[in-house]
C-alpha cells in the first residue's frame, strides 16, 4: 500500500477483537494480502476507547488511521464502540470497518445506522477471507483519502 503515516512509514490500523485465533488470523491475511501496515489489537470496545483516547496504557498511541471492528465482544460490544466514537467529535472522523462473522440483516442496518463506513461479514475461508482483507487495504489504504492523513492538527500526532 502507498499510503503513510507514521515514522515506519505504515498505516496504523486498529484491530479490536476479542477471539485470539481471529486476530493471528487477521495479521496472517494482511501477510498474506499485501497489506503494508502496522496492525494494533486490543481485545474489546473499552480497551479501544482507551486506545483511542490515549488513555492508561494507551497513553503514548498514535490514532489509528482506520478501525477494524468486530461485532460481538465482551465488555463493551463493537454497537456500543460506534455509538461511542461517533458521539466524540476528535473521534468521529476515525473511518470504521465492522469485521464480524455477523449476516444478520438486524446487525448490518444498525451498524450502518451508527455509522459504520463499511460492513465486512468475514468469510470463512483463508483464501476468500484474504481477498476481503485485500479489498479493505485496497480501498482504504490506496484510493481513499483518510482524514488522519490530511488534518495536520496536534491532536491527531
Given at each position: 500500500m502507498n499510503a503513510t503515516s507514521n515514522e515506519s512509514g505504515l498505516l496504523n490500523i486498529l484491530l479490536v477483537e476479542d477471539n485470539d485465533d481471529d486476530v493471528c488470523l487477521t495479521r496472517e491475511g494482511m501477510t498474506e494480502a499485501g497489506?503494508?501496515?502496522?496492525?494494533h489489537h486490543v481485545a474489546n470496545g473499552s480497551e479501544?476507547?482507551?486506545?483511542?483516547?490515549r488513555q492508561g496504557r494507551y497513553s503514548d498511541r498514535k490514532r489509528p488511521d482506520l478501525v477494524l471492528l468486530d461485532l460481538n465482544m465482551p465488555v463493551m460490544d463493537g454497537r456500543e464502540v460506534l455509538a461511542e466514537l461517533r458521539r466524540d467529535?476528535?473521534?468521529?472522523?476515525?473511518?470504521?470497518?465492522?469485521?464480524?462473522?455477523s449476516s444478520a440483516h438486524e446487525d448490518i442496518e444498525a451498524a450502518?445506522?451508527?455509522?459504520?463506513?463499511?460492513?465486512v461479514i468475514k468469510p470463512t475461508s483463508f483464501d476468500e477471507f484474504v481477498l476481503a482483507l485485500r479489498s479493505i487495504g485496497a480501498?482504504?489504504?490506496?484510493?481513499?483519502?483518510?482524514?488522519?492523513?490530511?488534518?495536520?492538527?496536534?491532536s491527531d500526532a
Open positions: 497489506i503494508s501496515a502496522q496492525l479501544c476507547m482507551n486506545y483511542l483516547r467529535e476528535a473521534l468521529s472522523v476515525i473511518p470504521v470497518v465492522m469485521l464480524t462473522t450502518y445506522r451508527l455509522a459504520a463506513n463499511a460492513y480501498f482504504w489504504l490506496n484510493v481513499s483519502a483518510l482524514p488522519s492523513r490530511h488534518s495536520g492538527s496536534a
